[in-house]
């Protein structure tokens, strides 16, 4: 994230004013940090941090915790309290306390923003904002977890499920826990996150049925690419008279379902809607840079709309 900043700084002349982190410790200079800053000891409290940032927008960037959201949620608070936009990476707070979050937000005059928290940099929540205006989602369909496409995928190889996970961490695309993938909850998550923005569920992850691929054994995927399937942990939502349903499985698919395509770090979601029908954005072979430029883009965002506020 800081090393795009720095590359595209003559276009969008955004200032680091603070990094604080659970390993270097924290930095923080009022009037923008060097390349190579040097840190020091981590802040006491987020709180402290925030204070000594006096940053416009805090970027928050902490791993998921798919039970409860926090402490995201309460950093998300602290910036809002001090006056500060907030763009987040972190699924966990869209998942478990996004009306409460964006109605906070609007009170206080500020922008909260999270394009990267289901598919890395590819528009979802700015897509669906900015190019979609009076379009009801009724419901979606999503492979969205990456970690589970390359275990499956190294089982089809002739590997085994703790082998594909040890490829998913070196990778570094694994979640901190990395059972939240393979058990579904970062895929519940995401769920709940894509139900919350842009269908008001008003939900949790706990509230997503959800059955991951723990159960999955490297004969049985074999002996499925065999007969022309494969399987995919597959998010869905459907709008009906009784309310939201949500869940997160793994399904049986045909080799040439448009969701068996996804492998490895690529993801799918396909929105199904009452005026443009299905429509889907595909993310194709996402890394970290691309996670980056999720944030970035709501960063520039949330730039323009103040200076038109100015204006």
């Known amino acids: ?38 840190f020091g000891p981590a802040a006491k409290s987020v709180e402290e941090f925030l204070d000594r940032a006096r940053a416009d927008i ?22 809002f309290a001090r006056g500060m936009h907030v763009v987040t990476a972190n699924k966990g707070p869209i998942a478990h306390a ?8 609007q009170r206080r005059g500020l922008m909260f923003r999270f394009e990267a928290t289901v598919m890395d940099g590819a528009p979802v929540f700015n897509q669906v904002r900015n190019n979609l205006p009076g379009v009801q989602v009724m419901g979606f369909t999503g492979v969205l977890n990456s970690t589970s496409k390359i275990v499956i995928d190294t089982m089809e190889q ?75 942990l597959v998010s869905r939502a459907k709008r009906a008279n009784a309310g939201i349903s949500l869940r997160v499985r793994a399904e049986v698919l045909d080799e040439t379902d448009v969701l068996a395509s996804m492998h490895g770090t690529s993801n799918l979601l396909l929105l199904h809607t009452d005026l ?36």
């Open 1 to 38: 994230m800081a090393r795009l900043l720095r590359r595209k700084k003559s276009e969008f002349p955004f200032e680091i004013t603070g990094i604080h982190t659970a390993r270097h410790g924290t930095v923080t200079a009022s009037r923008g940090l060097a390349l190579e800053p040097k």
């Open 276 to 311: 443009m029908g299905t429509i889907g954005t595909v993310s194709i072979t996402p890394a970290v840079e691309q996670t980056a430029y999720g944030v970035f883009i709501d960063l520039v965002n949330i730039a323009s709309a103040a200076v038109r506020v100015r204006k």
């Open 58 to 79: 805090a970027v928050e960037l902490t791993t998921l915790n798919p039970a409860t959201g926090q402490p995201a949620i309460d950093h998300i608070r602290s910036a």
């Open 98 to 105: 996004y009306a409460d979050l964006r109605d906070e937000a």
């Open 158 to 232: 002739g590997g085994s499920f703790d082998e594909g996970l040890k490829i998913a961490r070196r990778m570094g695309i694994a979640e901190a826990d990395a059972s939240f993938d393979v058990e579904g909850w970062d895929s519940a998550a995401k769920t709940a996150a894509l139900a919350n923005v842009l269908m008001d569920a008003r939900t949790t992850p706990q509230a997503v049925s959800t059955k991951g691929i723990t159960r999955l054994t490297a004969e049985r995927v074999r002996e499925l690419k065999r007969n022309g399937k494969t399987v995919r």
